[in-house]
């Protein structure tokens, strides 16, 4: 049975065997869900509205610093009913292949930056979550609640 967050202006679905976390600092606030090996997926958002796109290419600047070979991809879609701007990323960390996923996207309340990333190995089986839980992701609306179907995969 999956758990839900439901604060901070958002609404989500993660599974029971996941841990979540909640960080707040300068009016930012991360909320960030893990399981048992590498792979994790969390929200951060940005109150002071900054521009989507600053935010993701912050992102990637800072995981370009972090490693000399990173491959940087653009991801069209979006989140909430916003338009995303996004990048996927693939990059070696202690000799393993890693892939991470920035997806911001602009609110009339905020900015928010969904990021999750896993080894390629683990995300054979984890990514099917991390995206049921990006997938599930709504803005806090009265009455409103998950659509049962966006819930399947966190079982």
């Known amino acids: 049975m999956p758990c839900s967050y439901d604060d901070d202006g958002v609404r ?5 065997s996941w841990e979540l976390a909640r960080e707040e600092d300068t009016g930012e606030v991360r909320l960030t869900v893990s399981g ?15 521009a989507a796109i600053e935010v993701v290419e912050t992102a990637v600047d800072a995981f370009r ?16 009913g916003f338009p995303v701007e996004g990048r996927a990323l693939e990059f070696v960390c202690l000799e393993l292949i890693n892939s991470a996923w920035l997806k911001g996207f602009e609110t009339p309340g905020f ?9 390629d190995h683990e995300l054979r089986q984890t990514r099917s979550v ?3 839980i990006t997938t599930s992701l ?3 609306i009265p009455g409103g609640s998950p659509d049962p179907r ?3 995969d966190l079982d």
């Open 12 to 16: 989500f679905a993660y599974p029971d």
């Open 36 to 50: 048992d090996g590498t792979s994790f997926w969390s929200l951060t958002l940005f109150p002071s509205g900054p």
């Open 65 to 80: 610093d972090e490693y000399d070979e990173l491959d940087v991809y653009c991801v069209e879609e979006s989140l909430c």
């Open 111 to 119: 900015t928010a930056l969904v990021f999750y990333q896993g080894t």
């Open 130 to 132: 991390l995206e049921a």
């Open 138 to 140: 709504q803005l806090l």
């Open 150 to 152: 966006d819930l399947a």
